[in-house]
């Protein structure tokens, strides 16, 4: 209009749009009304307090457009993606195929996937200490069985003969 308002009041003309877009075939989300200090999460349909939201600067409210726990679920589930290449689902089928057990030590629970650094294949799920165990080797099967012969008490202890000389122990 010349005097630069609309003709519509701003929820009908919203609701206008909605009945066009409909009528083209378009998905139209529902909108959903929440009290003062509230948000409502498309990803999880629930009304939450704006305490349970992430910052987001450039958000016309200032709030991500998902929740912070839905944020969480969509980042653990992303990260195996990306870094393992598999799903929640499939680390889950592996964890059952486990007995949910890590599979070196067969006590801790089966939390963290283990993966082979030069080939990125996926080996299992086992628990923090095994897996930071592996990762403190270095992957390395020579150094593992060094320190399984320590263990052991089978180490070769090596006695000094001469200056630069040792005798191994038969």
Same mark, same amino acid.
Request: with cysteine; glycine share 10%; proline share 5%.
């Given at each position: 209009?010349?005097?630069?308002?609309?003709?519509?009041?701003?929820?009908?003309?919203?609701?206008? @749009?909605?009945?066009?877009?409909?009528?083209?075939?378009?998905?139209?989300?529902?909108?959903?009304?929440?009290?003062?200090?509230?948000?409502?999460?498309?990803?999880?349909?629930?009304?939450?307090?704006?305490?349970?939201?992430?910052?987001?600067?450039?958000?016309?409210?200032?709030?991500?457009?998902?929740?912070?726990?839905?944020?969480?679920?969509?980042?653990?589930?992303?990260?195996?993606?990306?870094?393992?290449?598999?799903?929640?689902?499939?680390?889950?089928?592996?964890?059952?195929?486990?007995?949910?057990?890590?599979?070196?030590?067969?006590?801790?629970?089966?939390? @963290?996937?283990? @993966?082979? @650094?030069?080939?990125?294949?996926?080996?299992?799920?086992?628990?923090?200490?095994?897996?930071?165990?592996?990762?403190?080797?270095?992957?390395?099967?020579?150094?593992?069985?060094?320190?399984?012969?320590?263990?052991?008490?089978?180490?070769?202890?090596?006695?000094?003969?001469?200056?630069?000389?040792?005798?191994?122990?038969?």
């Amino acid at each position: 209009m010349r005097d630069g308002l609309q003709c519509y009041c701003r929820p009908c003309a919203a609701e206008y @749009h909605q009945q066009r877009q409909r009528a083209k075939g378009k998905n139209v989300r529902p909108r959903v009304e929440a009290p003062d200090g509230h948000k409502y999460c498309r990803r999880c349909g629930e009304i939450k307090p704006h305490s349970e939201w992430d910052r987001n600067k450039t958000a016309s409210d200032g709030l991500s457009t998902r929740c912070k726990a839905c944020r969480a679920i969509e980042s653990r589930a992303g990260h195996l993606k990306r870094s393992y290449g598999i799903t929640e689902a499939e680390r889950d089928e592996m964890i059952a195929a486990q007995g949910g057990v890590c599979v070196i030590c067969q006590e801790g629970p089966a939390e @963290h996937v283990d @993966h082979d @650094h030069q080939t990125g294949r996926v080996r299992g799920v086992l628990c923090f200490g095994c897996n930071s165990a592996l990762g403190k080797f270095k992957d390395r099967p020579d150094v593992m069985r060094r320190a399984a012969a320590y263990v052991e008490g089978n180490l070769w202890k090596p006695t000094l003969v001469a200056q630069g000389v040792y005798r191994q122990p038969s």
